[in-house]
């Protein structure tokens, strides 16, 4: 059995054996507070073919995209310069604790009551609350840059933009890519809170309809849908940047 197809098996067994015990415990409980996984899935493809859950799906992934974007394009130029300059990050340091320290909630109400229930609003509150995290990580991978790597490519006379792709990137790429992973970890769990608290649309805002409907086998099939999308974002897109990134290593 190859190597490839060992952990293919793990997983299948390991999916199979959750499915298991949740329609065990669904069955022993026989209540309506824990339906079993083929209720769920009936549901799910209902939600599916009304189009419901494609159109909300679609709402909370644009949020997600949006804000995912502006926050590591910031993140990642404020960590470079905070960890090249010390000076620079010695005067921000405390406005990234008191950042890294407030709560999501508290950042999210008061930006839907400076700005509105707009889409601006919501979208602003996700990335203040993600972009600290950003910031630190690729800070602390900037710190860890090799210096007699950046003086030979001086001495070579590297342009800035061969600098980052040859000499910074390769270094930095695993700190990027912990923050892209942590990232897309903790910013829909924000983006659901967002949507729940002040939009129309959007899985959070399904979330709590069902929530006041106690509808649990809706609100399990609207999150198998959105982790398992998560998922695939991880399996068809970050995978394949990670390991082409990673030839070099080779």
């Known amino acids: ?18 499915l298991a015990l949740w329609y065990a415990l669904a069955i022993y409980l026989d209540t309506l507070t824990l339906p079993t996984p083929l209720v769920v899935a009936k549901v799910l493809l209902d939600e599916i073919k009304n189009g419901q859950l494609p159109y909300h799906l679609s ?33 921000f340091d405390n406005w990234l604790i008191i950042f890294l320290n407030i709560p999501a909630l508290v ?14 609003a919501a979208i602003l509150a ?34 800035k933009t061969k600098t980052l792709r040859h000499v910074i990137w390769p270094q930095l790429h695993p700190f990027v890519m912990a923050a892209t992973r942590s990232g897309l970890a903790l910013i829909w769990k924000i983006v659901l809170v967002v ?32 982790v398992t999308l998560i998922q695939a974002i991880e399996l068809l897109i970050l995978k394949p940047l990670d390991s082409k990134a990673q030839r070099w290593r080779r």
């Not at 995912?68 to 910031?74: D, E, N, T």
């Open 1 to 18: 059995m190859n190597s490839i197809t060992r952990p293919s098996i793990l997983a299948l067994l390991s999916i199979s054996l959750f």
């Open 59 to 91: 709402k909370t992934l644009y949020r997600l995209l949006i804000s995912f974007g502006i926050a590591m394009l910031l993140g990642c130029a404020i960590g470079i310069a905070l960890g090249r300059y010390k000076q620079l990050d010695y005067f």
């Open 107 to 120: 950042t999210i109400i008061l930006c839907y009551v400076w700005f509105g229930l707009v889409e601006s």
């Open 126 to 159: 996700v990335v203040i609350n993600k972009l600290p995290n950003v910031i630190v990580t690729i800070r602390e991978g900037t710190r860890a840059l090799e210096s007699e790597l950046l003086d030979m490519a001086k001495c070579y006379r590297f342009s």
């Open 195 to 226: 949507e729940m608290l002040g939009r129309s649309n959007g899985m959070g805002y399904q979330l709590h309809l069902f929530f006041q409907l106690f509808d649990v086998a809706s609100i399990l099939a609207y999150t198998i849908a959105f």
